[in-house]
């Protein structure tokens, strides 16, 4: 499918991109031969690579030539490139070779020395014969070196070997070197007693120790097994023969059969060695299907290659280390005790009722069935075996006669009340019930009355704010500032229209304007709204508990359709999604009442505008305008906060056209002309916070405007 996948995006580009130019193209971990052979195909060019290159790889090619793209592309992943006859040869090993001076250059990444051999034979074209070569993986760098000196660099790795540099040829042979024991000796390295064989040493070939081997047993062997090995650090004490051999072997990724008394040794997979070490567990499932357990298991316990179902016997078969059936066991142990097979028990209480049991049941007993009878003290539990006994023995535990009370709490509830115990008891000493406000104390009359006062002092209503809001919108004037001007005025009775006129905008507001910012302040606001130099945007009262959050928002929720461009047509189209602005004043407060009749408030504010609708024309969404201000600030209860700063301009465009003149074609442009202006608002949020006291009498707005008229012309009151 791959390679069916790359022709196909191949012959799409071939078309549409020119020989040796290679435009944006992107692979997310593909085959690096695959993405060579679209490379190929693309540029119409041959690139040949060889049995060193492998792997994987994620690149994305920009707009260039294919010699900077192949250079780059290569070069992370240790890949080198030449060209020849206009053919490109990948591989992991480079060599060039100057025949005038007989320096030899050589880079190799990651190859095993067989295939580097191989190469340099081919490019000086000189033989290279050798024995059998280890199978290890070499990285080397050598630049214009004779070619005997690069042999003795590749093969100094491994000492037992020379390089032997002939007439017309080159020989590269194995010497089995003698070490000392102490540091892994190849002679008596296999020794045999009593029928057992052992071996130990910190280095050794595998050809050697399957030498020793065989020649201390005495029996025949074919090595089928390609290259050499070398084994580190290799300890086995008392095996068998066969044992001793496969666990050789398994170090070397090699296995043996034995046919007509020889062993043939031969190559195995990684995989295949893992596989034998593999535990198998039989688990017979008695509470579940078997067929639904997998659907049961959590997402990523257990992958299909770890087990395997037997419908006959409702069982499971597990195969895998030890690390991956133990969770899936364990599991599944788990999950037969949950459904394991459940009874039927009747149980009948002494002094509670069951509709007093049930309130009383804690967490872990509140799903179970509990079926009720006509006898109000006797109940049906239908549950496992350990969760019946489990049940009987609390229900025991709290029917007892004058031992325990239910204590009903007013306004905490019972999970507040485990939160923060008083001294006087202990998590033992209550239980909680199926009633949030209500708990049950089975300790002794003396710490039931101790908890009963301290709960006087912990049952309390928690206090509760009252936010008066009043949010003012004002226009550009030359005084910006807000002040409160000191002075006297004194009202004569008679005065009442000229009251109603100062405060007649203001007697419907909630926020008692007079009271708590002063007659003049009213009565400048006053003007200022039948003037339309200022303009109320919001006017609530917020109520909440101390500590919670309180939210006012006064928005409108704009929806349009995302547009797009067609290519082709350049015409705009709907895409069909459909999305949302909302602008306009939100407000979030969070308020909580500290000591001396203090108020604490974090105060968040955002007032945000939609601009003009462009989407039909540009396909891209209005723009939007915001304004946040957040602060911390602590004010006594009923003392104002006031927030300032939120500045917007708005623009308007008036067009002053002449009457017939300016419908003249042309001439029509010089009657015609348009006046912009802008103006510049200041939203002002006035918070008042209280605390709520219940017995407080609400004022209307008729009483309101009586206590003001009272004040004026009864006292001839004195405003500041």
């Given at each position: ?23 944006q ?11 060579l ?9 041959s ?16 707009d ?16 080198y ?24 250059t ?5 190859v ?5 051999l ?38 100094h790795?491994f ?10 040829y080159?020989?590269i ?18 020794t045999k007693?009593n ?7 910190s280095?050794?070939?595998?050809t ?12 025949e062997?074919s090595?089928m ?35 007509r008394n ?5 190559d195995?997979?990684?995989?295949e ?5 593999d535990?198998?567990?039989f ?19 257990a ?7 037997d419908k ?34 009747k ?6 009722t069951?509709?007093?049991l ?36 609390f ?29 006087s ?7 909680k ?23 006087e ?10 936010y ?5 919108q ?9 002040g ?19 405060l ?14 002063g007659y ?16 109320v ?12 959050d ?14 797009e ?8 189209r ?7 602005i ?24 955002t007032?945000?505008k ?10 891209n ?10 602060t ?15 500045l ?9 056209k ?17 006046v ?18 219940p017995?407080r ?8 405007f ?6 004026f012309?009864a006292?001839?009151a004195?405003?500041?």
């Open positions: 499918m791959k390679i069916i996948y790359f022709i196909l995006v191949s012959i799409i580009l071939i078309s549409l991109v020119p020989a040796q130019e290679i435009k193209m992107e692979f997310v971990n593909q085959s690096i031969k695959d993405i052979f679209t490379l190929a195909q693309t540029t119409g060019t690139i040949i690579a060889d049995d060193t290159v492998d792997g994987q790889a994620s690149y994305h090619f920009t260039t030539d294919l010699d900077t793209a192949l250079e780059h592309f290569l070069e992370p992943y240790g890949l490139f030449c060209k020849k006859d206009g053919i490109y040869y990948v591989s992991k090993v480079m060599v060039e070779y100057n025949n005038a001076t007989g320096a030899l050589l880079f190799a990444n990651d095993e020395p067989q295939l580097i191989e190469k340099i034979s081919k490019e000086i074209k000189s033989t290279i014969l050798f024995d059998a070569l280890p199978l290890e993986k070499l990285c080397v760098n050598a630049e214009n070196l004779p070619v005997s000196r690069v042999l003795e660099i590749i093969m790795r000492n037992d070997y020379q390089v032997e540099e002939l007439e017309d080159y020989y042979k194995r010497q089995p070197v003698e070490r000392n024991n102490s540091s892994g000796s190849v002679a008596g390295t296999v007693e029928g057992f064989f052992s071996i130990s040493a280095s050794i070939r595998l050697d120790v399957i030498t020793q081997l065989f020649s201390e047993s005495e029996l062997y090595m097994k390609r290259g050499d090995f070398v084994l580190e650090n290799i300890h086995f004490k008392d095996k068998t023969f066969d044992e001793l051999l496969r666990l050789i072997l398994e170090r070397a990724d090699g296995d043996f059969t034995v046919r020889i062993y043939y040794i031969f195995v997979s990684k995989n060695i893992m596989k034998k070490m535990d198998i567990e688990i017979k499932l008695n509470n579940i299907p078997v067929e639904l357990l997998p659907s049961l298991f959590p997402a990523g316990l992958s299909s290659s770890i087990f395997k179902i006959d016997n409702n069982a499971i078969i597990l195969s895998g280390s030890s690390e991956e059936t133990t969770p899936v066991r364990e599991f599944i142990i788990k999950l037969e005790s949950e459904y394991e097979e459940k009874q039927v028990s149980l009948d209480l002494s002094f509670l069951v509709d007093e049930i309130k009383l049941l804690p967490f872990r007993f509140q799903k179970l069935q509990i079926v009720r009878t006509g006898n109000p003290g006797t109940l049906i539990l239908e549950a496992t075996k350990d969760q019946i006994d489990e049940f009987t023995s229900m025991k535990m709290i029917d007892i006669h004058g031992e325990g009370l239910a204590v009903p709490l007013k306004y905490i509830r019972a999970e507040d009340l485990f939160k923060n115990l008083p001294p008891i202990s998590e033992t000493d209550i239980i019930s199926t009633d949030p406000n209500m708990v049950f104390f089975k300790g002794s009359k003396e710490m039931l009355d101790k908890f009963l006062k301290d709960l002092y912990i049952d309390k209503p928690i206090p509760q704010i009252r008066e809001l009043l949010v003012v004002y226009q550009e004037s030359k005084n910006k500032e807000f409160i001007t000191v002075g006297n005025e004194i009202m004569e009775s008679g005065d009442q229209s000229s009251l109603l006129g100062s007649g905008n203001l007697i419907n507001l909630n926020l008692d304007i007079v009271t708590t910012f003049l302040f009213a009565i400048d606001l006053n003007a200022k709204i039948s003037d339309s130099e200022a303009r945007m919001a006017d609530t009262t917020l109520n909440g508990l101390t500590g919670e309180i939210s006012f928002q006064n928005t409108n929720t704009y929806r349009y359709r995302d547009i461009i067609d290519p082709d047509t350049g015409e705009a709907s895409t069909g999604v459909t999305r949302e909302t602008s306009g004043l939100i407000i979030n407060i969070n308020g909580w009442v500290s000591g001396d009749n203090m108020i604490t408030m974090d105060v968040k504010s007032v945000s939609r601009g003009a609708d462009v989407s039909s024309s540009t396909g969404p209005p723009p939007t305008s915001e304004k946040v201000i957040s911390h600030v602590r004010t006594p209860s009923g003392d104002p906060v006031i927030i300032s700063g939120l917007q301009q708005e623009r308007d465009v008036i067009l002053q002449t009457p017939f003149l300016s419908a003249i074609p042309l001439l029509g442009w010089f009657f015609t002309s348009e912009e202006t802008f103006t510049n608002t200041e939203l002002i949020i006035y918070i008042v916070p209280y605390i709520e006291y017995e009498e609400r004022l209307t707005s008729h009483k309101i009586k206590e003001y008229y009272e004040s012309f006292g001839n004195v405003w500041k």
